[in-house]
């Protein structure tokens, strides 16, 4: 990123400023979203250097969702919209391929964390940060995907929902293709 570029930073909601001037500090930011020429958001980019105040504080959008989500309080397009527009770490298994673990319920899949605090309970031997529709083109098939396992929000979504996320536009029916 060049200092020409202007962003959208998210910050930590526990953080205050003393004063107007008062800037966050670093690791008080969440993340950002770049912002391209024409005022359009880019993927969200999670601050590996963040770290929640509390193991209750999300520690980024999807993360924040899928709390959201487990209570009720938030709409499958919504998650669909955040899965979408964030990019995530998955997990590899150090020869190029989707490191694949076994859900609680027994089902095949491959692994990803949404920020530095989830990735750092899980043990893997290499990453690779993607965008959904990368995470999705190189799911095996029969595999779902673990969101942040572990963590106090962790999910399998079914690779039907996210390839149908993949091709869904906000607000619409997935491509018939």
């Known amino acids: ?26 690791e008080a930011v969440v993340g950002l979203w770049p912002l391209g020429a024409d ?23 999807v993360d924040a969702l899928l709390r959201l989500a487990l209570r009720g309080d938030a709409e499958v397009e919504h998650l669909r919209i955040v899965l979408r527009d964030c990019l ?5 298994n150090g020869d190029g391929r989707p490191l694949i673990g076994r859900s609680a319920d027994d089902v095949p899949c491959a692994i990803v964390a949404t920020s530095t605090p989830h990735r750092d309970r899980i043990a893997s031997p290499d990453w690779r940060r993607a965008g959904l529709a990368e995470i999705v083109a190189a799911l095996p098939d029969g595999t779902d995907l673990l969101v942040n396992p572990g963590g106090p929000a962790a999910v399998r979504l079914t690779g039907d929902f996210l ?10 029916a997935p491509d018939a293709g």
């Open 163 to 172: 390839r149908a996320t993949v091709t869904t536009e906000p607000g619409g």
């Open 39 to 61: 005022g359009a958001a880019g993927p969200f980019r999670s601050n590996p250097e963040y770290r929640p105040v509390n193991e209750n504080s999300p520690s980024d959008p």
């Open 1 to 26: 990123m060049t200092d020409e570029e202007s962003v959208i930073l998210l910050l930590d909601p526990e953080w205050r400023a003393e004063d107007d001037l008062d800037l966050p500090p670093f």
């Open 88 to 92: 995530m770490d998955q997990a590899m």
